[in-house]
Antibody
Framework: EVQLQESGPGLVKPSQSLSLTCSVTGYSITSNYWGWIRKFPGNKMEWMGYISYSGSTSYNPSLKSRISITRDTSKNQFFLQLNSVTTEDTATYYC????????????WGQGASVTVSS | EIVLTQSPTTMTASPGEKVTITCRASSSVSYMHWYQQKPGASPKPWIYETSKLASGVPDRFSGSGSGTSYSLTINNMEAEDAATYYCQQWNYPWTFGGGTKLELK
């Protein structure tokens, strides 16, 4: 059974970078698609981007200049970096798996709450 | 970007009641996915490709729709169905509806 777990700082200062790790067990990240989604206070959800089985990436254009998703296949982990954060980036961040680029996200991490504040 | 508008945003239903949640897209999409989320938990895939139930989803749930209008229906509301439901479309960039919070009356 695939399991995903987010980890990283829960507090980030404005203008700094937010970095999160998604550790995957029970399934290789060299298959399928692996993405990041965030849920803002007030329940709005936003797809941020994904990294594919081949290492190619796709990002939400609203974030394109600030976001980077990378991976370490030897550790079966993938990473989110979001630069120049503001208080509006305060959210719960989820990592998730998709079987394909048009499938639903069928496995999710438990979520990592990140607050941007000085 | 395709904007998804869900209605209602909140609703209450009594046990046994029929519930319908609507998701309208700003442009036509081929199909819709739905997720269920309960407080403190991560979203779960619930209905995929408009009408297919994810594993473990009770058959009192159904999904339908096409083009710009999709819906999730619960026949015979049960207490465990109280949750927030989100629709999601897969055209780039993927987008979610604003969510419908369903409470038990």
């Amino acid at each position: 059974e695939v399991q995903l777990q987010e980890s990283g700082p829960g507090l980030v200062k404005p203008s700094q970078s937010l970095s999160l790790t998604c550790s995957v067990t029970g399934y290789s990240i060299t298959s399928n698609y692996w993405g990041w989604i965030r849920k803002f206070p007030g329940n709005k959800m936003e797809w941020m981007g994904y990294i594919s089985y081949s290492g190619s990436t796709s990002y939400n254009p609203s974030l394109k200049s600030r976001i980077s998703i990378t991976r370490d296949t030897s550790k079966n982990q993938f990473f989110l970096q979001l630069n120049s954060v503001t208080t509006e980036d305060t959210a719960t961040y989820y990592c998730a798996r998709c079987r394909s680029s048009y499938s639903p996200m069928d496995a999710w991490g438990q979520g990592a709450s990140v607050t941007v504040s000085s | 970007e395709i904007v998804l508008t869900q209605s209602p945003t909140t609703m209450t239903a009594s046990p046994g009641e029929k519930v319908t949640i609507t998701c309208r897209a700003s442009s036509s999409v081929s199909y819709m996915h739905w997720y269920q989320q309960k407080p403190g938990a991560s979203p779960k895939p619930w209905i995929y490709e408009t009408s297919k139930l994810a594993s473990g989803v009770p058959d009192r749930f159904s999904g339908s729709g096409s083009g710009t209008s999709y819906s999730l229906t619960i026949n015979n509301m049960e207490a465990e169905d109280a949750a927030t439901y989100y629709c999601q479309q897969w055209n780039y960039p993927w987008t979610f509806g604003g969510g419908t919070k369903l409470e038990l009356k």
